[in-house]
């Protein structure tokens, strides 16, 4: 089961550091989507006492930033943070440790520079990121894959998933950038497990 979020992040590029529609790179593709990364009953005891995330550090491109609470727009899409050096969660999804993914967003440049998230595309499986929740436990998760989707064709159920398996998903903008519409056509989705999961 998926909510109802819209198709793409509503994450509006504004710096000259995207490519122009004519000078797309190729899509990122690395590593392989998890399927089925254990099991919900893996972590339905955590699951009934999963406390927010309050911070998140991802030591391969040095990021370790609190998180800020967000939540999906009028139009169907999950806000992004004001500023581009914050870093927010979907507070109305599935929480850390809990079954269903977590969501992370940030932007990856602004008019003055990179933003949060600008280096979230040189990630590779097997990088680590992790959640400080504010009961001050924290759950590691490692990356699996990468993938960049044209706006258009982002795999809702598969990103915003609500039930299933614990995992975390990081997104920012990628690709072309859209002089013409102010924003960028893709979106990269990070996609990460939890690390050394419990078996029964």
Not at 32 to 37: A, L, M
Not at 67 to 75: A, E, G, K, N, W
Not at 130 to 139: C, E, N, P
């Amino acid at each position: 089961m998926a909510v109802a979020v819209g198709t793409a992040l509503a994450c509006v590029g504004v710096s000259a550091l995207g490519t122009s529609p004519g000078q797309a790179p190729e899509r990122i593709a690395r590593g392989s989507i998890p399927v089925n990364p254990g099991s919900a009953e893996d972590a339905a005891s955590d699951s009934r006492t999963a406390a927010p995330p309050v911070r998140i550090r991802i030591p391969a491109i040095g990021v370790d930033q609190p998180l800020i609470s967000l939540r999906v727009q009028q139009d169907g899409r999950l806000s992004v943070p004001d500023e581009p050096e914050r870093i927010g969660w979907w507070s109305d999804g599935p929480r850390p440790g809990s079954p269903g993914a977590t969501v992370v967003v940030g932007h990856v440049d602004s008019a003055t520079g990179p933003g949060a998230f600008h280096g979230l595309s040189a990630l590779d499986p097997g990088d680590e990121v992790t959640l400080v929740r504010d009961d001050r436990s924290t759950i590691t998760f490692t990356v699996r894959a990468l993938r960049q989707y044209e706006k258009d064709a982002l795999p809702d159920s598969q990103v915003y998933a609500t039930s299933g398996p614990p995992a975390l998903h990081l997104i920012t903008c990628s690709g072309p950038y859209d002089r013409s519409r102010g924003e960028y056509r893709d979106n990269l989705v990070v996609y990460a497990t939890p690390a050394n999961p419990k078996r029964p």
